[in-house]
């Protein structure tokens, strides 16, 4: 096991990660920017490291810096949480190459899934259900119409390298399509410094429904039931849960099964998530796989009973899976909030600034993760999330009143947040009903998305 972890990342996921270490008897090392050395985890850590200034580029992307500050403070292992370098893979082979375990798949993994177009040949090669689409990469408008038409509109057109619902516009039809497809790939190449797009069918109203997986070195592979994440505003997520309440068991086993025979295909070993589309019809394909942990890990944490960060850690250091398939057990009903410092009125436009003021809830089957406190100024450079609210009862209708209750307890003074838009989801009678798709938030909420 491993004596020392260094946390490549920063704000809850920092501060959840710590968490497992110290919990496992392993030390820490955060490292912060300085915009961010007032922040919790900096706090949380046994040690901590100021590797750069505000912007990401010069700090949390910095790899050189990084694999300096762990070389430096005698880390063995980095946890790179999700997003920033968590699928980065020249990253994960600089930790190869400078003898620190890197808590994630391989390089060769994380380049062969984190490429939309690469990881979809895999799929289809594997025999997972895909959407129909591009067998191949896309660089220009004309080559990608062409496309767009032998599928059929409307279509998807999305960034190989894509994430966070950046790289992606819907056409409905061929006058559209050059100047959507232009706008995604000049925000593929801002973002993720790559032209390649690829092209699929859009389908419509479809659920977003990912299976968390979990790998060894041994061959293991295992899925811990599935999560429903279709609320969502510009490809982002706000609301997740699990179970997904249409799927039935017969469905869970099936589209489970296909999860770890993706996973299998390219021994994938670590934590990851498949994420598919599932339709109307209760048909599903192969959207994307994530090679790393997820924003809402939590509510497969509370379903399971399986602490995600732990298991990855141990399997990092190689160990085999704590759990076979036949123990996973899924039980009663959690959901996620992710409380962003945002206005919703205001398209959601990010309000960074110091919080004066914070009370959390708590109660039985309530979770807070969370990096902030009173007197915390929350700084402009990075993603505006604050916390997880997360909530677990018996099944989904008791659920969503204790998730009620909790968000009534809520108050964060000094800032703007979602609090409120949160709260009138769940009054929502669709959302209640279990009605819900990934337009839902433009359906029932368009004053917030236009």
Avoid: W
């Avoid at 390298?161 to 819907?170: A, E, L, T, V, Y």
């Avoid at 295909?265 to 997820?294: C, H, P, W």
């Amino acid at each position: 096991m491993f004596n020392k972890i260094l946390i490549a990342n920063r704000g809850e996921i920092a501060v959840r990660i710590i968490r497992a270490c110290r919990e496992m008897g392993i030390q820490t090392v955060a490292v912060y920017s300085e915009a961010d050395k007032d922040c919790l985890h900096t706090l949380l850590a046994d040690e901590a490291i100021c590797i750069g200034p505000a912007p990401s580029t010069q700090s949390y992307l910095n790899m050189e810096r990084i694999l300096s500050a762990t070389v430096a403070m005698k880390a063995d292992a980095i946890h790179p949480g999700f997003g920033f370098l968590s699928e980065n893979a020249r990253f994960a082979e600089l930790c190869s190459k400078c003898n620190i375990t890197f808590i994630g798949p391989s390089a060769e993994i994380i380049n062969r899934m984190g490429n939309k177009s690469a990881a979809r040949k895999t799929m289809i090669e594997a025999g997972v259900p895909v959407v129909p689409g591009s067998k191949e990469a896309v660089h220009t408008s004309e080559s990608g119409l062409a496309m767009a038409k032998e599928i059929g509109f409307p279509v998807m057109i999305k960034a190989s390298s894509g994430g966070g619902g950046k790289g992606m516009r819907i056409s409905r039809s061929e006058e559209d399509f050059t100047e959507h497809f232009t706008a995604a790939q000049l925000e593929s190449v801002k973002g993720f410094s790559d032209d390649t797009m690829y092209i699929e069918k859009y389908i419509e109203k479809p659920r977003h429904v990912e299976f968390q997986i979990m790998a060894d070195r041994f061959g293991n592979v295992i899925h811990l039931g599935e999560r429903d994440c279709s609320i969502q505003r510009r490809h982002q997520k706000v609301l997740e849960e699990a179970p997904c309440s249409v799927i039935s068991p017969e469905l869970r086993k099936k589209m489970g099964e296909t999860a770890v025979r993706a996973a299998k295909s390219v021994g994938y070993e670590n934590a990851g998530t498949i994420e598919f589309l599932l339709d109307k019809d209760r048909n599903f394909y192969f959207m994307e796989m994530n090679t790393r942990i997820q924003v809402e890990h939590p509510v497969t944490e509370m379903v399971s009973g399986i602490d995600l960060i732990k298991e990855q850690i141990r399997v990092a250091a190689g160990e085999p899976l704590s759990v076979t398939q036949d123990q996973v057990e899924i039980k009663g009903h959690a959901i996620e909030c992710r409380i962003n410092a945002e206005n919703p009125e205001k398209h959601f436009m990010p309000c960074p600034g110091l919080i004066r003021t914070v009370h959390l809830p708590g109660g039985n089957g309530v979770r807070v993760d969370t990096h902030i406190y009173g007197d915390y100024k929350v700084p402009a450079n990075y993603d505006s999330m604050l916390m997880k609210l997360i909530v677990y009862d018996k099944d989904r209708e008791a659920a969503i009143a204790k998730m009620q209750s909790a968000l009534g307890e809520v108050i964060i003074e000094g800032i703007e947040t979602n609090i409120n838009f949160q709260y009138e989801i769940l009054e929502n009678q669709a959302f209640r009903a279990g009605d819900t798709d990934t337009a839902f938030i433009e359906k029932y909420f368009p004053e917030y998305v236009k």
